[in-house]
């Protein structure tokens, strides 16, 4: 079955530039989170999108940072005028959020390079 | 705020049990979860422990104590697909079910 699709896989970016990064989850799941990874680190909350509106948004590291949620599906990540500190992967990951165990399933991510 | 310590490598022979730790200090949480993630890949969800005790999914199970802030992962009959990262996570006592991350474990499976 369909996971969580996220698009690019790969971004190269020159520093300053504006860049968008893409979140299709699973079908039905109501919430959506997106992280960050840096290099051989954990993973680094973001956001999260219940539906269409975000309640949390205390992860976003600077007003650079900024995303929204359409139809209740697609998730889009923008970070502009980019620092080569934001190099890293983007991930997101969806879930029935009423459940329990809240698993969440995690897209394979976009590795964000900031020359 | 919310902490979670793991070892950062592990070594292991195929075969063997191997036992990864995550302490954690947190104000207050509504479960452990763990994550394998390959390299380059996404992050899968492995186990969860709501309550104190051992939750037992095939050749892996994880365990639980809320006094002694302490939980671990057990994987047992090592193959060599298991090298992988894994992940302890908090899952925040709010309504938001975000999820705090460790630093993960890198678990190298020698034959």
């Known amino acids: 079955g369909a996971g969580v699709s996220q698009s690019p896989s790969n971004k190269v970016t020159e520093k300053g530039k504006d860049v968008e990064l893409r979140c299709d989850p699973i079908?039905?799941?109501?919430?959506l989170y997106w992280y960050r990874q840096s290099l051989g680190q954990g993973l680094e909350f973001l956001i999260y999108?219940?539906?269409?509106?975000?309640?949390?948004k205390s992860g976003l590291p600077s007003d650079r940072f900024s995303a929204e949620r359409t139809g209740g599906s697609v998730s889009t990540l923008t970070i502009q005028r980019t620092q080569q500190e934001d190099s890293a992967v983007y991930l997101c990951?969806?879930?029935?959020?009423?459940?329990?165990?809240?698993?969440?399933?995690f897209g394979a991510g976009t590795r964000l390079s900031v020359l | 705020g919310q902490s979670l310590e793991q070892p950062s490598e592990v070594t292991a022979v195929e075969g063997a049990i191997v036992q990864i730790n995550c302490t954690y200090q947190?104000?207050?949480?509504?479960?452990l979860s763990w994550y394998q993630q390959h390299d380059g890949g996404a992050p899968t969800f492995l186990s969860y422990?709501?309550?104190?005790g051992l939750e037992e999914t095939g050749r892996f199970s994880s365990f639980l104590s809320r006094s002694d802030s302490y939980g671990y992962l057990l994987l047992q009959e090592l193959q060599m697909k298991d090298s992988a990262s894994y992940f302890c996570?908090?899952?925040?006592?709010?309504?938001?079910?975000?999820?705090?991350f460790g630093q993960g474990t890198t678990l190298q499976v020698k034959p």
């Open positions: 996570a908090v899952r925040e006592a709010s309504n938001t079910g975000k999820l705090i």
């Open positions: 947190t104000s207050g949480f509504y479960g």
């Open positions: 422990n709501a309550l104190d």
């Open positions: 079908s039905g799941h109501t919430a």
């Open positions: 990951a969806s879930s029935f959020r009423d459940r329990a165990k809240n698993i969440q399933y």
């Open positions: 999108f219940q539906g269409n509106s975000a309640p949390d």
